[in-house]
């Protein structure tokens, strides 16, 4: 039990549920056919706005992490107005643009530390031992540590949040805005002259990806001491795309399984370290080349049903 | 008079597709409209549909001037259209498809959607139902699982009318579709297009297939190199020596 339910164990768990997390981010973008590599900077306003209104104006988590959401969501309001007027590779390269503006604004700003970045940040898992032991918890509760107790709590917490957010992105697939969502994917213009307002639903989806990049920020600040502009860099993009790119962005289910291998596989490589970054790179091409729609697709689910002599639909 | 359009042209750079064309469409009745290949049939649809404006002249639809509104608010007005390269969401179910199509008519948002909500639950029914009937009523099978992609063309084109009705409109716009149908399946179609003017709507049909036009339609109006050549009902239109030189003639020939 204790060999299972170590520090090091319980904290990937934790960074591949905030990944799945910001993988529902990009698989929302994306579910109208919209590339956006803004994700990092939103999740960079997310985190900033949270850690400041926690450390510096004294907010309960709770209300912060929401907050950041809010205003990652509202930032993308702002630059969606002009930049949903492009699509394709120019709209990735505005939102791009937008992640690094973000980036050297924070770097340059004084509320946010600059480069230092904020520390001292109060974390989620000291936070929830704190309250545990002022209920009178004992130092061992069943076999645990206070420690490990509160990191699996987090850990509850950040599964709960996912699970509500598949249950979001699953119903809202099967109703009239996800339709939409999906029309538009399929052919705009189309999409336009069947009366729907594209620039609407377009922004719509954009905004939701941004509130969950936000709010995935958020959380990510009160999981670690310190965040610093250098955490939400280009790199950081890159990374959540891949998720969509790897484990697929036509359901939830895909960009979700992308992160959970894309956070494991560089702990699994450790022992070969110096190789890492060439297995990743082998391993995205040999998927563009042979599965360019990413592990989990329409047809796979398609196809497991009739195998599986069509279970319930 | 419900759609009139007024001396309404259209040039692409130095490229008139269209010069002052004029016409009124009457409620119910199922217009043609004809001419060769690259004579500026599509480019009309497209400006009265809203996907560009025009270059001058006046269109309305019940008095409401047309010209400025994104094409989605004319669908909202009443006026739906199909393609003439199909344009469905591919990887959509049938029944789906056709289920956007009735996006406009509805209400539902995220809130509601999430929440599965009475009122979103009733609305999503009504909604299938409809689309159902629609499907039955181009006959396309309903309960297709597979992607509208998979259909066979003829039902593919069958498929986007079912979509365009499901708008509810009161013109529906219907780019050749014809096309690629064999006689059979064109007949088929005649059959539906009247159906359709049955069911209290207005057709304005581009079309190839003079068969299907001279049967099917009211009026008929000839367009040749972006300007219109002649206008009244088939009869007419066959004796017509311009149409037969610019058009028809070219058959003979």
């Known amino acids: ?313 | 008079m419900t759609l009139v359009l007024d001396q309404v042209s259209k040039s692409f750079g130095g490229l008139a597709a269209l010069s002052n064309v004029s016409f009124k469409v009457t409620e119910g009745e199922i217009v043609g409209i004809i001419g060769p290949n690259g004579a500026g049939k599509t480019t009309l649809f497209n400006l009265i549909t809203g996907i560009f404006p025009p270059t001058a002249g006046k269109i309305t639809y019940q008095g409401k001037d047309l010209l400025g509104l994104r094409p989605y608010k004319v669908t909202e007005l009443g006026l739906a259209r199909t393609f003439q390269n199909i344009r469905l969401f591919g990887h959509l179910s049938p029944l789906d498809n056709v289920m956007v199509g009735a996006h406009c008519r509805t209400k539902a948002g995220v809130w509601k959607g999430l929440w599965r909500t009475p009122a979103q639950r009733k609305e999503e029914k009504a909604t299938r139902e409809r689309a159902q009937t629609l499907l039955k009523l181009v006959g396309v099978e309903e309960d297709i699982d597979s992607p509208a992609s998979s259909l066979p063309y003829g039902q593919q084109r069958r498929l986007e009318i079912a979509r365009a009705l499901a708008t509810e409109p009161e013109i529906i716009l219907l780019d050749e579709p014809a096309a690629g149908m064999n006689e059979n399946e064109t007949d088929d179609l005649r059959l539906l297009i009247k159906k359709i003017q049955t069911m209290g709507k207005t057709v304005v049909l581009i079309e190839h297939d003079m068969n299907l036009v001279m049967n099917v339609c009211d009026r008929v109006m000839v367009i040749n190199f972006g300007q219109m050549i002649a206008e009244g009902t088939p009869a007419e239109i066959q004796q017509n020596p311009l149409v037969i030189e610019a058009y028809l003639g070219r058959e003979e020939g």
Request: glycine share 10%; aromatic share 10%.
């Open chain 1, 1 to 313: 039990m204790d060999m299972l339910l170590n520090q090091y164990y319980l904290q990937i768990a934790v960074f591949v549920m905030v990944n799945a997390i910001l993988g529902v981010s990009i698989y929302l973008t994306l579910s109208t056919g919209q590339l956006s590599l803004g994700n990092a900077g939103f999740m960079s306003i997310g985190a900033y706005t949270c850690a400041i209104l926690t450390v510096k104006a004294g907010f309960p988590v709770y209300l912060a992490i929401p907050i950041g959401g809010i205003a990652a969501s509202l930032m993308s309001i702002i630059i969606g107005f002009p930049a949903l007027r492009l699509t394709g590779i120019y709209l990735a390269i505005a939102t791009l643009g937008f992640g690094e503006v973000v980036r050297v604004i924070v770097l340059n700003l004084k509320i946010t530390n600059g480069a230092l970045g904020i520390s001292g940040i109060p974390t989620l898992g000291t936070k929830i031992s704190k309250m545990l032991s002022s209920f009178g918890l004992p130092q061992k509760f069943g076999g645990l540590s206070v420690q490990q107790t509160s990191t699996l709590l987090v850990l509850l917490i950040l599964v709960l949040i996912l699970v509500f957010l598949v249950f979001f992105c699953v119903r809202l697939n099967r109703s009239r805005v996800g339709r939409a969502f999906a029309a538009i994917k399929a052919d705009e213009s189309a999409a336009e002259a069947m009366g729907i307002n594209t620039t609407y639903y377009k922004l719509l989806a954009f905004a939701l990806g941004a509130l969950i990049a936000g709010i995935a920020g958020g959380l990510s600040a009160h999981l670690t001491f310190f965040i610093g502009p250098k955490d939400f860099a280009y790199h950081r993009t890159v990374e959540i795309l891949l998720y969509a790119v790897l484990g697929g962005s036509d359901l939830v289910f895909g960009p979700i399984v992308g992160a959970l291998i894309l956070t494991l596989l560089p702990e699994l490589l450790r022992s070969a370290s110096n190789y890492r970054l060439m297995i990743y790179g082998a391993l995205l091409v040999t998927m563009m080349a042979f599965r360019p729609q990413g592990l989990i697709s329409e047809e796979t689910v398609r196809f497991w049903k009739s195998k599986l002599g069509r279970g319930s639909k």
